[in-house]
């Protein structure tokens, strides 16, 4: 599939991936086939469950950085910017290095975290009780998924990524364009563009940033789709072991993005 989650820039998760075929002989097919089935950790390769066990790792560290910026860094404006810069470098480091560390993305891991937790910290001061609910609703989004493309239900198809395509990069280009106006005092209000009210002919006046909000949630969600289906992909082409890790650090990046959509979405409709 064209497009994916810069992640999974990969030909590991690319499905059709090259590889060269070579005809054993009868000798070599008999002596494999009186050999026990080796499991995915003695071929080194990747698999599921290994996936599943990195991702425990990762999210831990992010849960825990999320925790320290929860804690410190709401009232310490400079260490959340700091947090957000070091956790865009190695977002950009890791999506453009060819074989996955595990050392940098755990780094990503820690510093989103971070930058993340003291955000909440800044939204749950300004409106009690936010947080909790952008946690809930983001694990509801991932659980449902999840649960959903485990059971085949929902796949990834060509057409419905081509509208993702088109949706997310418009989207983009909004939500650079009201950073830039709300940086230089152009539009007022705490969001921005997405604090102007709107009326519209069934739900009344609403706020921008509540249509956008939900739009973007519905994107994270396709987006999972991709990511799931990406991970898949590399299981079946028996991608080495190692790149478990560049499939936790895609769904690492939806979840994130995700839950900060989510918790945007909350705070406009409180304020």
Same mark, same amino acid.
């Given at each position: ?14 499905? *059709? ?20 089935? %080796?499991? !995915? ?12 066990? $990195?991702?425990?790792? +990762? ?23 700091? +947090? ?12 453009? $290095? $060819?074989?996955?560390? !595990? ?13 993340? *937790?003291?955000?909440? %910290? ?30 085949? $239900? ?15 990069? +418009? ?11 709300? @940086? ?16 519209? !002919? ?7 940033? +509540?249509?956008? #909000? ?5 994107? #994270? ?18 991608? !080495?072991?190692?790149? #478990? ?21 909350? @705070?406009?409709?409180?304020?």
């Amino acid at each position: 599939m064209a497009v994916n989650n810069p992640a999974f820039n990969n030909d590991a998760f690319r499905s *059709g991936g090259s590889s060269t075929v070579t005809t054993p002989s009868a000798e070599q097919l008999d002596a494999l086939y009186a050999q026990p089935s %080796a499991t !995915p950790s003695q071929t080194d390769r990747m698999s599921v469950e290994d996936t599943i066990l $990195k991702s425990a790792i +990762a999210f831990g560290v992010l849960a825990v950085g999320a925790v320290a910026g929860f804690m410190l860094g709401g009232g310490l404006p400079l260490l959340m910017i700091v +947090a957000g810069i070091a956790g865009f470098g190695l977002a950009l480091v890791n999506i453009f $290095k $060819k074989e996955p560390s !595990p050392g940098l993305i755990l780094g990503y891991a820690g510093a989103q975290g971070f930058f993340v *937790g003291a955000l909440s %910290a800044v939204l749950e001061a300004r409106y009690p009780g936010v947080v909790s609910q952008a946690v809930l609703a983001t694990l509801v989004v991932v659980g449902v998924t999840l649960a959903l493309f485990a059971s085949g $239900k929902v796949r990834a198809s060509k057409r419905a990524t081509k509208i993702f395509m088109i949706a997310i990069v +418009a989207y983009a280009v909004f939500s650079l364009v009201n950073f830039f106006l709300s @940086a230089f005092g152009v539009v007022g209000g705490e969001f921005g563009l997405r604090s102007t009210e709107i009326t519209l !002919p069934i739900l009344g006046t609403v706020p921008l940033g +509540a249509i956008l #909000g939900v739009l973007a949630i519905v994107l #994270g969600a396709y987006s999972l789709v991709l990511d799931f289906d990406f991970v898949q992909q590399g299981v079946k082409n028996g991608a !080495p072991r190692k790149f #478990g890790w560049t499939g936790v650090f895609g769904i690492m990046l939806t979840v994130v993005w995700l839950y900060v959509e989510i918790l945007r979405l909350l @705070a406009i409709l409180r304020e």
